[in-house]
């Protein structure tokens, strides 16, 4: 218990390196294995046992609603933008539909509040690939519905459909519509070779799609393109903190310790991550240029290339003059990415061109490459 004991002192888990919740659990952890060591040892002495210092297994306080809600509101916009879209369009919709009559009308409604997402990018994938599978769908559906006319082949019909509409879900949403769209026809025609509810399926999901596309453009949209710089420049910014902590923990031994490195490099790599799903929802937008997307996706791959590179020196050997050295040119490079997150939140960077007789490092190579590329970005040439 006390080798156990040790081991949780030595990783400090109590540090900055996890905090609130999960940091008073692991405390209370090492507080229970503290006290059952010094037990089970007053225990075999004959002594009387030792009482806990603190409760075991206090945990911070867990948030209230509405301190949440408090937190969303304040620091995460699209939540709220978000919400009002989902309020405002399937009213549209409902309205929609009784003004025209529109037979069905509540699948219209359902429509737009199906196809509406966080984003513009993902509600215009969705919403086009929802369109594409409820016409060709809704052809099927025409097909079988004027064939059809007995409920034994109603039954025979359907049950293949429903498994492909459960199979698809996961992996395709265009073609979840397609075999969704027969499955609905069919189960709603009232009469057999009632063919037109297919038409009205249709003409349905087309408005509703089209009413849910709408808003995400008109109702506050939220476009990636219009924040990855920002998250470029953020999570770049992070990289070269982590960089800099690495300069001090091999050039000035004691002046960091293993707990804050730890934390400095979980904070980089969160930072990557969130550059990868900003990318990744940026990819699945129309209005970047190809030369834009390339070079974002470089960037975001070279700016985790330059973080593995200083753990890589940090989790190495001991410190030796080859350490330090590196460790320094780590620390000018990351000075220099620090100028050129300014640049970026400037809009206006100017690529590094180093002389043909300069003979450069790996971490400097990346460097140069990653200035350039954060050129291309924000010209778009």
Request: proline content about 4%; hydrophobic content about 45%.
């Amino acid at each position: 218990l006390s080798a156990i004991t040790d081991i949780f002192n030595n990783q400090r888990f109590e540090s900055s390196a996890a905090g609130g919740r999960s940091a008073g659990l692991l405390r209370s952890i090492i507080d229970g294995l503290q006290t059952a060591s010094a037990t089970t040892i007053a225990l075999l002495r004959g002594e009387a046992a030792v009482q806990p210092a603190s409760p075991a297994f206090a945990v911070a306080t867990e948030p209230t609603l509405p301190d949440r809600w408090r937190e969303q509101v304040s620091t995460d916009r699209n939540v709220l933008k978000y919400a009002l879209r989902l309020a405002i369009v399937p009213a549209l919709a409902h309205a929609t539909g009784a003004l025209l009559d529109i037979n069905h009308s509540y699948w219209l409604t359902f429509t737009a509040v199906i196809v509406m997402q966080p984003t513009a990018a993902a509600t215009f994938h969705r919403g086009l690939q929802r369109m594409e599978g409820t016409v060709l769908g809704g052809v099927v559906a025409a097909l079988l519905a004027a064939l059809i006319r007995s409920p034994l082949e109603l039954a025979a019909v359907l049950f293949p459909l429903v498994t492909m509409t459960l199979a698809t879900l996961p992996l395709h949403y265009g073609a979840y519509g397609f075999f969704l769209t027969p499955v609905f026809v069919l189960l709603s025609i009232t009469h057999f070779g009632d063919w037109q509810l297919a038409g009205i399926r249709i003409v349905d999901t087309l408005i509703g799609s089209s009413l849910g596309l709408l808003g995400s453009v008109v109702l506050w949209p939220n476009w990636e393109r219009r924040r990855f710089t920002s998250v470029m420049a953020e999570c770049l910014q992070v990289n070269c903190r982590y960089l800099l902590v690495i300069e001090r923990l091999q050039t000035h031994p004691g002046a960091v310790t293993p707990a804050d490195w730890v934390a400095a490099r979980r904070e980089a790599g969160l930072a990557n991550n969130r550059a990868d799903e900003s990318l990744s929802r940026l990819l699945s937008e129309p209005g970047w240029s190809k030369v834009r997307r390339e070079a974002a996706m470089a960037f975001v791959t070279y700016m985790r290339r330059v973080a593995q590179y200083g753990t890589a020196l940090a989790t190495g050997a001991g410190s030796n003059k080859e350490t330090v050295a590196q460790a320094r040119e780590l620390g000018e490079v990351a000075r220099g990415l620090l100028s050129l997150v300014e640049q970026i939140k400037s809009g206006s960077v100017i690529a590094e061109t180093p002389a043909p007789s300069d003979e450069l490092s790996r971490v400097e190579t990346q460097s140069v490459i990653l200035h350039r590329l954060a050129a291309r970005i924000v010209s778009g040439h």
